[in-house]
């Protein structure tokens, strides 16, 4: 196995001495682990990262193809590398990610300025890529496994706080929703050998960090079948939290269907399994969830949230919402403003559904609600969000929390930044405290976005 902090040391993003590799990374926290995975992949061949665009070898970009505004910001992106290839002809430009999944060899074909196109299941296959591209010719990978969790890579962390890390703990996603086009560019479920999990989460710990957040697109269908036991994902939060009580640990994503009372009440018996949950509701109207394929109905959603309020009283709740999904009606989207009511989420985040090409409702559907609505009702769950968030931490006014500190506030120089185990940023004055490190903090005032305090222990 790969993790010990030996390695990790050895391999600081900016090691190596070979060619300059710069990427790029656009959509969720899985893409931004899965460009961790790949630098590890070819630092291994030598190859150095740089954060400068202008020193690049190789640019790679990790894309997403969740909504078809991500695409084309990509596209768009692409372009802007004309100039340093027309600079430095042996500049290699690479498409990785669900956009390359999706387009395949389309985006050989139709972007001249693309040399490579690799899938998420083809990273361990860049090296050669890369050598057949210098070569000359167009290099493409999207063959998707059965199998591949990139399970004994130590990825090359490039978060910049060095306090908290994201762990995939499966890939994939089995689900199918009607909207989603996740199933096609990640293929099946799949999930990683709890060892590796768990050796990747010590050896973060011994090189500083104080929190990980478990990802995958499902968390709670995460499952292990060993020889002799079965790991599931209430078993695996409880082997991470017990590294030490001073790791926080966070997860997501969980599907509403599959988060059961077991994850719940293993949250309660650790402290440091974090006070939030993700729990995407997408719609708040039992025939759009149907239609949507997330199998399960308002009241089935609101049972869940019942549960956890009734297990873990101190929980935060976070969400995912579509607006103007096919058919919606002015009742369907009222239903879902009364679930944000109803649920009080202390954050969320909110998309105009966007149709995605072979996904069930592109199929079937018609995208038919218009682009004005579905504008006018993102708006509308936006400001009851803000209202939402803002109510909620008012609530917090006057109380104290244990914060972890992530680093300087963008503000301001002299204040610093955390977090709640509910995941609510706090910013206080920096005095002599710095990352990594645990303080008690008395929240004083908030916006909607960022609570305001004093620290008042540590
Ligand atoms: N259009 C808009 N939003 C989408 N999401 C997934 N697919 C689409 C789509 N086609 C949203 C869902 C999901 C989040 C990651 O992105 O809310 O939970
Ligand atoms: Fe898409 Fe559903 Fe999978 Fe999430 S769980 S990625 S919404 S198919």
């Not at 290099?139 to 399970?151: D, F, I, K, P």
């Not at 995460?222 to 994902?233: G, I, M, Q, T």
């Not at 997408?282 to 308002?298: A, D, F």
């Amino acid at each position: 196995m790969n993790f010990n902090s030996e390695t990790l040391r050895g391999l600081r993003p900016l090691a190596g001495t070979g060619r300059q590799l710069y990427i790029e990374t656009y959509g969720c926290q899985m893409n931004a682990n899965d460009s961790e995975v790949v630098l590890s992949i070819l630092q291994q061949e030598g190859y150095r990262y740089t954060e400068q665009l202008a020193q690049a070898d190789v640019i790679l970009v990790n894309t997403c193809s969740v909504r078809d505004n991500a695409e084309q910001r990509v596209l768009g992106r692409i372009h802007e590398f004309k100039p340093h290839k027309q600079r430095k002809p042996a500049l290699l430009i690479g498409i990785i990610g669900c956009m390359a999944e999706r387009l395949k060899e389309e985006l050989v074909a139709r972007e001249p300025l693309v040399d490579l196109v690799a899938g998420p299941d083809a990273y361990r296959d860049l090296p050669r890529l890369l050598q057949e591209a210098s070569a000359g010719d167009r290099a493409v990978n999207v063959l998707l496994s059965r199998e591949e969790t990139y399970a004994e890579i130590a990825p090359v962390r490039l978060d910049k706080n060095g306090v908290s890390g994201f762990i995939s703990i499966m890939r994939g996603c089995n689900n199918m929703c009607a909207y989603c086009v996740v199933p096609y560019t990640r293929g099946t479920e799949r999930s990683r050998d709890p060892q590796s999990i768990l050796a990747e989460s010590q050896s973060l710990f011994e090189a500083g960090y104080r929190e990980v957040t478990l990802l995958g697109q499902n968390v709670n269908s995460y499952r292990w079948h060993a020889a002799a036991s079965e790991v599931d994902f209430p078993t695996l939060l409880a082997r991470v939290a017990e590294i030490s009580p001073l790791l926080r640990v966070r997860f997501s994503t969980s599907h509403p269907k599959d988060l059961n009372d077991e994850v719940l009440h293993t949250m309660a018996r650790y402290p440091n399994l974090c006070r939030a949950i993700h729990l995407p509701a997408q719609s708040g109207s039992t025939r759009m969830l149907e239609l949507m394929n997330r199998k399960y109905t308002r009241e089935w959603y609101l049972n869940r949230i019942a549960a956890i309020r009734r297990i873990l009283p101190d929980c935060a709740l976070s969400t995912d919402l579509i607006t103007g999904f096919c058919t919606e009606t002015p009742e369907d989207h009222q239903q879902t403003l009364s679930l944000m009511r109803e649920v009080g989420y202390e954050f969320a985040f909110m998309f105009k559904y966007s149709e995605r090409p072979h996904t069930k409702a592109a199929r079937h559907f018609a995208d038919d609600v218009p682009e004005r609505v579905k504008t006018e009702r993102l708006s509308e769950i936006i400001n009851l969000q803000n209202e939402l968030s803002l109510q909620s931490n008012r609530r917090d006014v006057g109380r104290k929390f244990e914060v972890l500190i992530e680093g300087v506030s963008k503000r301001r120089e002299d204040q610093l930044f955390g977090r709640t185990s509910q995941n609510k940023v706090v910013v206080f004055d920096r005095n002599d405290h710095h990352a990594g490190e645990y303080v008690t903090v008395e929240i004083t005032d908030c916006s909607s976005a960022t609570l305001m305090g004093q620290v008042i222990g540590s």
